[in-house]
């Protein structure tokens, strides 16, 4: 199988030792309608893309914020749609519905559910990085352990409880939304080419 062998676990202190990185190639913020398909077009000629997603933090029992930010990776380029003033677009749902496009995030089954709540679809080629990691034999889970331990370095968790229905994302917000989606493809690819 793999002909690197990751360790199975980490601490949150061996995390700490780890570089501090984040992404650094183009954000494309999407806040407006008529920029939807521009990116989508550009999305479409990627046939594995990183996908994650945040809502507004719920701290009342049974609250329920729906999804405000969709991420979505492309080697080189993270698309920052803002789905609390865009919706969940026609264009969007098709990349979705796309089995030629293998859209690859981690904990997958509570983001689809959320996601769905501004649109129903069906959810084709949707690669869970929990599950995947499995056959590499990574106990870990959470994408801070699973990017330390297959990409060797940390990331900043600071911004994931953050209004992300606020009128302007702030750049540590777009920062962290970004290298989200992007290390789960990052995470992918490193898997693939160590087989």
């Known amino acids: 199988m793999s002909t690197i062998k990751y360790q199975s676990n980490i601490t949150k202190e061996e995390i700490n030792t780890f570089p501090l990185k984040s992404f650094d190639g183009e954000i494309v913020l999407i806040d407006q309608v008529d920029q939807v398909l521009d990116a989508v077009n550009d999305i479409r000629q990627f046939t594995h893309i990183g996908i994650d997603n945040e809502a507004k933090p719920a701290f009342k029992k049974g609250e329920i914020n729906e999804v405000a930010l969709i991420q979505i990776a492309i080697p080189d380029k993270v698309y920052l749609f803002r789905t609390n003033k865009v919706g969940l677009p026609q264009d969007l749902v098709d990349v979705f519905e796309d089995e030629s496009i293998v859209k690859i995030?981690?904990?997958?089954?509570?983001d689809l559910k959320d996601m769905r709540r501004r649109s129903f679809f069906i959810a084709k080629s949707f690669l869970d990085l929990q599950k995947?990691?499995?056959?590499?034999?990574?106990?870990?889970?959470?994408?801070?352990?699973?990017?330390?331990?297959?990409?060797?370095?940390?990331i900043s968790k600071s911004a994931q409880v953050s209004n992300w229905e606020a009128d302007e994302l702030d750049v540590s917000q777009i920062k962290y939304a970004a290298t989200d989606a992007?290390?789960?493809l990052e995470i992918y690819n490193a898997l693939q080419k160590s087989i």
Do not use: P, S, T, Y
């Open 132 to 154: 995947f990691v499995k056959a590499f034999h990574i106990e870990a889970n959470g994408l801070r352990k699973l990017v330390a331990i297959i990409l060797g370095f940390r």
């Open 182 to 184: 992007w290390v789960c």
């Open 105 to 110: 995030g981690l904990a997958l089954k509570d």
